[in-house]
T-cell receptor, first 114, second 116 residues
Framework: SQQGEEDPQALSIQEGENATMNCSYKTSINNLQWYRQNSGRGLVHLILIRSNEREKHSGRLRVTLDTSKKSSSLLITASRAADTASYFCATDHEGYSSASKIIFGSGTRLSIRP | EPEVTQTPSHQVTQMGQEVILRCVPISNHLYFYWYRQILGQKVEFLVSFYNNEISEKSEIFDDQFSVERPDGSNFTLKIRSTKLEDSAMYFC??????????????FGDGTRLSIL
């Protein structure tokens, strides 16, 4: 089944450093999304990249998409303590004519050390 | 900014009882979803709902589960005869998309369901 899988599963970096998380998926998509989840909270939408886009920026976030490799990366620059959270990629299914379910990966747990 | 709201934030129920989880999606949104996340595991799709009917459901969403939009604002998930393995966080989401494929899903903060 279609699935996003993040790598690494856990990442610990010093405040101020950049954090890079990767996601791979299996089937063709219309778009790929990244979400953040603080412990015990809901999922916050960060950024959506369409299948015909290669890179997208939003503030300190940079997302790339390589549909030939079926992979995406999320870069958080100049990390802050508040960035500590789990990060999930989520993919839809190409060909759906209406908003379909999204399939979440297993997530990367990011810890920012002060 | 408009939000998806879910109530209650935590529900404790005896095994075998029925439970109703409530969600108020964002007001101009048209598609509604329920997901669940068992502690330490992935977020899993349960069901999507559009135009007053189920659009898609997963294998998890068996006869024990049902969804309803009883009025213009609420979207509910009912779980009949709850089991221990139903313990999880349940997330509601909504999206505005009408034939558009690039609208994000907006999630509520979830209801933590604990079955005793």
């Amino acid at each position: 089944s279609q699935q996003g899988e993040e790598d690494p599963q856990a990442l610990s970096i010093q405040e101020g450093e950049n954090a890079t998380m990767n996601c791979s998926y299996k089937t063709s998509i219309n778009n790929l999304q990244w979400y953040r989840q603080n412990s015990g909270r809901g999922l916050v939408h960060l950024i959506l990249i369409r299948s015909n886009e290669r890179e997208k920026h939003s503030g300190r976030l940079r997302v790339t998409l390589d549909t030939s490799k079926k992979s995406s990366s999320l870069l958080i620059t100049a990390s802050r303590a508040a960035d500590t959270a789990s990060y999930f990629c989520a993919t839809d299914h190409e060909g759906y004519s209406s908003a379909s379910k999204i399939i979440f990966g297993s997530g990367t747990r990011l810890s920012i050390r002060p | 900014e408009p939000e998806v709201t879910q109530t209650p934030s935590h529900q404790v129920t005896q095994m075998g009882q029925e439970v109703i989880l409530r969600c108020v999606p964002i007001s101009n949104h048209l598609y509604f979803y329920w997901y669940r996340q068992i502690l330490g595991q992935k977020v899993e799709f349960l069901v999507s709902f559009y135009n007053n009917e189920i659009s898609e459901k997963s294998e998890i969403f068996d006869d024990q589960f049902s969804v309803e939009r009883p009025d213009g604002s609420n979207f509910t998930l009912k779980i009949r005869s709850t089991k221990l393995e139903d313990s999880a966080m349940y997330f509601c989401a909504s999206t505005r998309a009408e034939g558009q494929l690039d609208q994000p899903q907006h999630f509520g903060d979830g209801t933590r369901l604990s079955i005793l």
